[in-house]
């Protein structure tokens, strides 16, 4: 491995800066030569994370609700699965004004930034430094008692006094060091910030999926509040119908009081229902604002009722790819195989900082104390050569470092073992209640159709004077509760789809 270019002549010295030391150079160009060919420390190797076969082969639970998707798909985003353009919108908003979101950016950009400065210690340091200085040399100085020992008796405090008279003092130069990095000290240094680099792009991106998914499952949330409410408050229309109905046969002598008030307890309780309603509402758009950056009731007409005509969008049946493709997208397995390798670079860098450290240093200057030869090539002053740094005792601080960080890496290795083992746990549970609701849903859809065909015949019926007018309003009621229950079904299974979106690291199954 070659050092860099300039690592072989970094200064333009004069010819008299290496005659005396022509004999050294081909020992530093070897030792350059040699630099960086080996790095203290572990190589890294990622860890395979786990997968099953198939979907349900890591299965908990009864086999009913065992997974049993085709293999083969497509994957969509979030976005696209809904297709939805309220819910787009939210999406984009969150994205550019979250908060939590910005502030992971944020942290993104400073392991970069960390990053480039870790970076910067490869390469060769140069510093200029200048400055002009009145002083004043003691006379009961080391410069006095050489005077002792060479002047003239005669002349001694003339001399003393002249050396110690204030004059000005010229200096300026710069200085240029380089560290060979025989353990790969920074090389390792520049890999652990690489894999904090990556930690943070996947904590980047953990947020960014967080942001999402609850951005969705609040927007379904709403969505049903204000489904509930639209039948709740029709079903509250027919059941004043009913009571008046009731109340004139009541003052007919048809009816006894018994039956009003038994149905006048029956509007109460389903007028009941519209606070709690409106509250969960309410609770749902809040959380919108906040996740979207905005004050509460920003959202007001973009989060406004739909119209009864507009139908809920068509759920995809699951078509999942392999396993093993999908747990590698989680950013928290991202996340924490990064984490691994910046713990493994790090006993790299404790071992290194055991043995010597050897820098290659010069500098050139000029010092004068006239400012009208202070530019002369008499003036001029340089140095050049190694110095070497080694650790003799430290009373086992630097074993103790090393034990240390193997320590963290060895952590950092079950934490990754356990993320793994944690997803798959998150992914089953995910896919065990999308199907649980997926079926009841579909028995719920049933109880929808037969409801409807049920309120048909009541009212054919009614209309041929075959039957009393409350047994419509019953079949009516009842087909607007099966309704209720379809309509929350539906808002439901959304959220379990978005529940196995984040499960599976943002992989959306699409038709």
């Not at 010819?15 to 050294?24: K, V, Y």
């Not at 050569?385 to 320590?407: E, K, V």
């Not at 409801?451 to 015949?457: E, F, I, P, Q, W």
């Amino acid at each position: 491995m070659l050092p860099p270019k300039h690592a072989k002549n970094p200064l333009p010295l004069p010819s008299d800066a290496i005659g005396t030391h022509g004999a050294r150079l081909p020992l530093i160009l070897l030792i350059t030569t040699l630099a960086g060919c080996a790095a203290a420390g572990p190589d890294y190797k990622p860890m395979l994370a786990a997968a099953p076969s198939g979907w349900s082969a890591w299965h908990g639970g009864s086999p009913a609700l065992s997974t049993t998707h085709q293999q083969n798909g497509s994957v969509s985003t979030l976005a696209a699965l809904f297709d939805d353009r309220v819910l787009d919108a939210l999406e984009a908003k969150a994205l550019l004004a979250n908060h939590d979101l910005l502030t992971a950016a944020l942290r993104f950009a400073q392991s970069r930034t960390q990053r480039v400065t870790v970076a910067a210690q490869r390469g060769l340091q140069v510093d200029a430094s200048a400055s002009l200085k009145r002083q004043r040399e003691s006379e009961n100085g080391a410069e006095t008692r050489l005077l002792n020992e060479i002047a003239p008796t005669s002349e001694l405090n003339q001399l003393v006094s002249a050396l110690s008279s204030p004059s000005n003092l010229y200096d300026a130069g710069f200085d240029a060091s380089w560290e060979l990095d025989l353990w790969g000290r920074v090389r390792r240094s520049i890999e652990a910030a690489d894999a904090n680099v990556d930690a943070a792009a996947a904590t980047l991106r953990a947020v960014q999926l967080d942001v999402s998914t609850e951005l969705a499952r609040n927007y379904f949330e709403l969505r049903d509040a204000q489904q509930q409410l639209r039948l709740t408050r029709v079903d509250i229309a027919a059941a004043e119908e009913s009571l008046a109905l009731i109340r004139a046969k009541a003052d007919g002598g048809l009816n006894n009081d018994l039956d009003v008030n038994r149905q006048r307890a029956q509007l109460a309780d389903m007028r009941s229902l519209l606070p709690g309603l409106l509250e969960q509402e309410a609770q749902a758009s809040n959380q919108l604002t906040l996740l979207t950056g905005l004050q509460p009731g920003a959202l007001q007409q973009e989060l406004a009722p739909r119209m009864e005509s507009e139908q809920a969008p068509v759920l995809p049946d699951l078509r999942l790819g392999l396993p093993s493709e999908f747990a590698l997208r989680r950013p928290d397995i991202q996340g924490a195989q990064a984490r691994l390798h910046a713990a493994t670079a790090n006993i790299g860098i404790a071992t290194a900082d055991a043995y010597p450290r050897l820098t290659l240093g010069a500098s050139f200057g000029l010092e004068s104390v006239r400012g009208s030869n202070f530019g002369d090539w008499g003036s001029r002053q340089w140095s050049l050569g190694p110095s070497l740094s080694m650790p003799i005792f430290d009373h086992g601080r630097r074993l103790a470092t090393i034990q240390l960080r193997t320590l963290e890496q060895q952590e950092a290795a079950i934490s990754f073992q356990q993320t793994v083992l944690k997803a798959w746990h998150e992914i089953d549970s995910a896919l065990t209640s999308y199907t649980a609701q997926r079926q009841r849903q579909q028995q719920l859809a049933e109880k929808e159709r037969s409801s409807r065909a049920a309120y048909v015949l009541a009212r054919v019926r009614y209309r041929h004077g075959l039957t009393d007018y409350l047994v419509e309003l019953d079949a009516w009621r009842t087909l607007l509760q099966a309704q209720r229950d379809d309509a929350q079904s539906t808002s439901l299974l959304s959220i379990r789809l978005v529940s196995i979106y984040k499960a599976l690291g943002g992989a959306a199954p699409d038709n």
